[in-house]
């Protein structure tokens, strides 16, 4: 028997996909039309929380599982800009979080990860731009049939464990049989995968009084990175809101293999500008720096 191949979406699937186009095309289809000629390849696409919040089928999938939720949203809001004949690529970025989303980053713990938070903050790059394989493209040697993984940030790279492939053809030659050992012979198309542009960033706690004058930053300084359009254009002591998802990364200069300890780390989802018109900018700005 064939095996299935998967490719038509389950129902929540469906539902979450129709939710996303109903809602671009309610509120942003003026926008993606916009961008047809622009010579920039990735652009955000600022979408208001409360718009996913009045959206039966997107608010408990989002709030849940965002990762997926995005992702399907990121799928919907491209094929747009593909019947607009624009091959630039537009990234989701959600914004304005209500309430009950606002955290403070010294109270962060290893119970919060996955959820999204929103934090008022100093940020300052720390890395450069860097580059990592989000999805690998593998060949198997034997056959020539292709393999697409998707990879998680500062883990193992992932790798095919067998070409099923492989076993259904030596299978149909041989009367349903198994070959003796199985078929691990694979190359990693190195031009064919998929690559994404991050920033590693520090960014510290502000806490800012009714004259926006600064009245004292955080005890820690946390680990964000950033991806697509953010990456270069952040400047070093500049104040930000932030929605993250709080994720694990390893201690500096150990791995997961090697070390069960674990550090919190924000996957910045979207920067917006502060809300606050801070008049002492300048010496926090110094204060960063002379901590660095």
């Not at 492989?166 to 049989?177: L, P, T």
């Not at 920033?199 to 005890?219: C, F, M, P, R, W």
Request: hydrophobic share 40%.
């Amino acid at each position: 028997m064939a095996r299935k191949n998967g490719i038509e979406p389950d129902q929540p699937m469906q539902d979450v996909l129709a939710a996303w186009r109903h809602l671009f095309e309610e509120n942003h289809i003026e926008e993606i039309e916009h961008l047809k000629g622009f010579d920039e390849r990735v652009f955000g696409l600022e979408v208001e929380h409360s718009l996913i919040c009045q959206d039966e089928v997107l608010r408990p999938e989002f709030h849940t599982r965002p990762d997926w939720a995005l992702e399907i949203g990121n799928i919907v809001l491209n094929e747009k800009m593909m019947i607009h004949g624009n091959d630039s690529r537009l990234v989701l970025r959600v914004i304005n979080f209500s309430k009950n989303h606002h955290f403070s980053l010294d109270e962060l713990r290893m119970r919060h990860r996955s959820t999204m938070l929103t934090f008022d903050v100093i940020i300052n790059p720390s890395s450069g731009p860097l580059g990592w394989i989000k999805k690998a493209v593998y060949e198997c040697e034997d056959c020539a049939h292709r393999f697409e993984i998707k990879q998680r940030l500062a883990r193992e790279r992932e790798a095919p464990n067998l070409c099923m492939n492989c076993i259904e053809i030596y299978a149909a030659d041989n009367k349903g049989k198994w070959p003796r050992l199985p078929p691990v012979n694979f190359k990693m198309i190195v031009e064919d995968c998929y690559y994404e542009d991050i920033e590693y960033l520090n960014a510290v706690e502000i806490s800012i009084d009714s004259d926006g004058n600064l009245l004292q930053l955080g005890e820690d300084k946390f680990i964000g990175v950033v991806n697509d359009e953010y990456v270069g254009t952040l400047i070093p002591g500049s104040i930000h809101r932030i929605n993250a998802r709080i994720a694990v990364d390893h201690l500096p200069n150990r791995n997961f293999v090697k070390d069960t300890r674990r550090i919190i780390l924000l996957e910045i989802h979207s920067i917006e500008d502060s809300p606050f018109n801070v008049s002492n900018i300048s010496e926090t700005s110094i204060e960063i720096d002379d901590d660095e």
